[in-house]
């Protein structure tokens, strides 16, 4: 597969690692759109929410549960953030690996 979030996931690609777990990866976005911009990956590879299969609804938990953690690590849980999760080429999506978006250090 020549995925780049599953090459960033297995550590194929040098990223700026901000939190990790043994199923998800948080790191710095190359082309933010705010002061604070990390996404959230999961490192199995899904192409997008809509690809998400029943044996995934743990994972999806542990994405959601894994956000205010990131956002803490980040300075901006207090403070407020933006999450944002594009689906597909209509809805924005332009790497077909599911990946949440964290965005703050600006009103938007």
């Known amino acids: 597969m020549d995925c780049i979030f599953c ?14 777990s043994q199923n998800l990866l948080a790191f710095q976005d190359i ?30 938990a542990e994405i959601f549960g894994a956000i205010p953690e ?18 597909g080429k209509g809805g924005g999506q332009e790497v077909p690996h599911l990946h949440i978006h964290i965005l703050g250090g600006t009103h938007f």
């Open 31 to 60: 082309h933010p759109m705010a002061p604070v911009h990390v996404l959230l990956i999961p490192k199995k590879h899904i192409e997008s929410l809509v690809r998400f299969q029943p044996e995934d609804k743990g994972l999806m």
């Open 70 to 87: 990131v956002a803490q690590l980040l300075g901006i849980k207090e403070k407020g953030f933006q999450t944002l999760i594009r689906t």
């Open 7 to 20: 090459k960033i996931g297995q550590k194929e690609i040098p990223s700026e690692i901000i939190w990790e």
